[in-house]
């Protein structure tokens, strides 16, 4: 139950109950109430009305109504908007915003400064995407140079380009930096994957996603639901990434659920990533595409990566891991995935995954169009322990296969204590080896898997196992 205490300043309130989530200290703004009056009957533009409001006084309470927004509402600092809840109070998108500007947009004019204290929660955000159709670069909320920020419990619904905008400018080549972002328990749903991304990340230094939902999103040839696709700038800094106890379901795009794709013209690598306990249903791409886009020998930093378990399911790839090094896959679950994991790529010095370990995952019917599960190009340090490799591939005979090394070289891969389980004699081999593909036999192991008389061409020392076990 709400309890509100009228102050002697008649436009503000002092509301100590869930609207906030804590007790707050300084009296909060009724948009509804003289000298800012807001409508909020879903017909009137409330855009200036609002925009007063958040000038006048840094915590605005939006009451239950329709607030139709046309152009852009943009925040300062220490600003907290706050609705009533996410079903009760909804911001509609009407009209055009300038550039990447955003129904609700922060700008810090420079790469020095950063608007801090910044939250937004329990309402909803819509772009009638369904009415006035894809626009790229048209999102609901664009926050360039912010610090401290909380985004909870926000519906972002039907937006035609990104549904948060976390960016560097919004014209190419500015430069600004993000921090502390949080966005926890928040709804983003792209209604008919007719959008860009759920999220865009093109800067940030600490960013936990936690507890949010994505659907819908995505039209073909966007990325996907979380995108982390700096600009090619130099000064783009993207680490301290946290994606825990989210829930994807039938995200299109071409990248998928969470996509890394970086420029070569980066200065610093991606670092200390955590993407753990989130379960995802339909994508088009990816559970999680990462390419960094960078020579690896002039590169001797790790980008620290950990997927832990996550449930994957009917996505087109569980992983492709390009041009990176430290990453540890653990206690996930790939179910009837169509095609392979990718790790490393085609050329040797810039598509290399190094410093990989692969443990105690379950793939289950994945492969089911390209024909492997795991399909391993050029690849250093490797190791692929204790994982179950259920019903692998498309059934083809002699093509089929769990691990395949395609073309490219591997060194120092370990394979060790797998088990490799056809069902109802589907045929498939358990590590088949293409003629292209160059094995440094003195640097690879393989012991304690159980074969289940699957065929093998694994090479090491002075072995060439092309045997039953």
């Not at 947009?105 to 309402?123: A, H, M, R, Y």
């Not at 569980?318 to 790939?334: A, K």
């Not at 019917?365 to 498309?394: E, H, M, P, Q, Y």
């Amino acid at each position: 139950m709400k309890t509100i205490i009228i102050c002697c300043m008649f436009p503000f309130l002092l509301l100590t109950n869930n609207i906030i989530g804590s007790e707050i200290t300084e009296p909060i703004t009724n948009v509804m109430n003289p000298p800012f009056s807001a409508i909020g009957n879903g017909t009137e533009d409330d855009t200036k009305k609002i925009q007063n409001a958040i000038d006048s006084c840094s915590q605005v309470y939006l009451p239950k109504g329709i607030y139709r927004i046309f152009g852009t509402l943009t925040l300062h600092d220490g600003v907290s908007l706050i609705g009533e809840d996410a079903n009760e109070t909804i911001l509609i998108q009407d009209g055009l915003v300038k550039g990447s500007s955003g129904l609700l947009f922060v700008d810090s004019q420079g790469p020095s400064k950063q608007i801090s204290n910044i939250t937004v929660k329990n309402l909803t955000l819509d772009g009638q995407v369904s009415r006035k159709k894809f626009s790229e670069f048209q999102h609901l909320v664009s926050f360039n140079g912010v610090k401290n920020v909380l985004i909870e419990n926000v519906k972002f619904t039907g937006f035609r380009g990104d549904g948060l905008y976390l960016g560097s400018g919004t014209v190419l080549g500015e430069e600004r930096h993000n921090a502390a972002v949080t966005i926890e328990r928040c709804q983003f749903d792209g209604v008919n994957n007719d959008n860009r991304n759920a999220i865009s990340v093109i800067d940030v230094d600490g960013i936990h996603i936690d507890e949010n939902s994505f659907r819908n999103c995505s039209k073909y040839g966007m990325p996907g639901a979380i995108d982390f696709e700096p600009n090619r700038s130099f000064f783009a800094i993207i680490q301290n990434i946290v994606i825990n106890k989210n829930e994807f379901l039938n995200i299109g795009g071409s990248a998928g659920d969470v996509n890394f794709t970086l420029p070569a013209e980066m200065k610093l690598s991606v670092f200390n990533v955590s993407v753990t306990n989130n379960k995802a249903n339909g994508a088009f791409g990816d559970f999680f595409n990462f390419n960094g886009n960078k020579d690896l020998s002039a590169e001797k930093s790790s980008n620290k990566i950990l997927l832990e378990k996550n449930s994957v399911e009917s996505v087109f790839k569980p992983f492709s891991l390009i041009s990176v090094r430290g990453v540890e896959i653990r206690e996930n679950q790939f179910v009837s995935c169509k095609g392979g994991c990718t790790i490393g790529y085609l050329n040797e010095s810039k598509e290399i995954a190094e410093n990989i370990s692969i443990i105690n995952n379950k793939y289950l019917n994945c492969g089911l169009k390209t024909g492997r599960c795991l399909a391993v190009f050029n690849a250093k340090n490797l190791i692929i322990d204790d994982n179950r490799f259920i019903n692998c591939g498309s059934g083809e005979i002699n093509k089929s296969c769990a691990i395949d090394f395609i073309s490219g070289k591997s060194e120092a891969v370990i394979i060790t204590n797998n088990n490799f389980e056809p069902i109802n004699k589907k045929p498939f081999i358990a590590i088949k080896k293409e003629k292209e593909h160059v094995f440094n036999l003195d640097s690879n192991e393989f012991s304690g898997n159980n074969l289940n008389g699957l065929r093998t061409d694994f090479q090491y020392g002075n072995k060439i196992i092309n045997n039953q076990h």
